[in-house]
Nanobody, 123 residues
Framework: QVQLVESGGGLVQAGGSLRLSCAASASAGVINNMGWYRQAPGKQRELVATITSGGSTNYADSVKGRFTISRDNAKRTTYLQMNSLKPEDTGVYYC?????????????????WGQGTQVTVSS
């Protein structure tokens, strides 16, 4: 079981910056991939950025060069630094974490979602 606590959302003008944080707590297992997704009103949830346990990153084309995902494995926390924000970045941002653990003699992986944090970019 993993609990995720997100923070850092808010209201910002276009061109501004925000930093999101997502802290994971787990009673057992290892945090594998971590990522951020967002959902704008009336739209499907979409991938923003992911980072592996080794630090490899992947970004949506729409945020490349503006957003940076990072993680602190000791703190089990992932961050999303968002710069040069645009009104189209507005939405609820969700943290996603994969927990890898042993169960029934085999290795399993479950995904968990944070509660979401609102990001609003005004023009």
């Amino acid at each position: 079981q993993v609990q995720l606590v997100e923070s850092g959302g808010g209201l910002v003008q276009a061109g501004g910056s925000l930093r999101l944080s997502c802290a994971a707590s787990a009673s057992a297992g290892v945090i594998n991939n971590m990522g951020w997704y967002r959902q704008a009103p009336g739209k499907q949830r979409e991938l923003v950025a992911t980072i592996t346990s080794g630090g490899s990153t992947n970004y949506a084309d729409s945020v490349k060069g503006r957003f940076t995902i990072s993680r602190d494995n000791a703190k089990r926390t992932t961050y999303l630094q968002m710069n040069s924000l645009k009104p189209e970045d507005t939405g609820v941002y969700y943290c996603n974490v994969a927990l890898r653990y042993y169960s029934g003699g085999g290795l399993r992986e479950d995904n968990y979602w944070g509660q979401g944090t609102q990001v609003t970019v005004s023009s």
